[in-house]
């Protein structure tokens, strides 16, 4: 059974930093390329960022040079580094597995359960 685990998130101020992580199970995660999705209250599921399986990433334009994705394949995990944090960036965060390692292909079959990250002073 797959299963994929957010946790991280919480209440910071804005300029403030968090890192999310989610490990995964069930899947080999070494050979899948791993992404992370967030969405705001009303507004639809965007995505953030991605990395392939050779590590190399890609991001939303909106948080490049803010955010940093990267992975651990020995714990089976992938984490998303969040500096210079703002109140837009205030959502729902999703770990996806699974999908294309091009940020403009689809996301894959596989999600976790989400994690709150409010930005808000």
């Known amino acids: 059974q797959v299963q994929l685990v957010e946790s991280g998130g919480g209440l910071v101020q804005p300029g403030g930093s968090l890192r999310l992580s989610c490990a995964a199970s069930?899947?080999?995660?070494?050979?899948?390329?791993m992404r992370w999705y967030r969405q705001a209250p009303g507004k639809q599921r965007e995505l953030v960022a991605v990395?392939?399986?050779?590590?190399?990433?890609s991001y939303a334009e909106s948080v490049l040079g803010r955010f940093t994705i990267s992975r651990d394949n020995a714990k089976s995990t992938v984490y998303l580094q969040m500096n210079s944090l703002k109140p837009e960036d205030t959502a729902v965060y999703y770990c996806?597995?699974?999908?294309?390692?091009?940020?403009?292909?689809?996301?894959?079959?596989?999600w976790g359960q989400g994690t709150q990250v409010t930005v808000s002073s």
């Open positions: 069930g899947i080999t995660f070494g050979i899948l390329a």
């Open positions: 990395i392939t399986s050779g590590r190399s990433r």
């Open positions: 996806n597995a699974g999908g294309s390692p091009s940020f403009a292909g689809p996301g894959g079959a596989y």
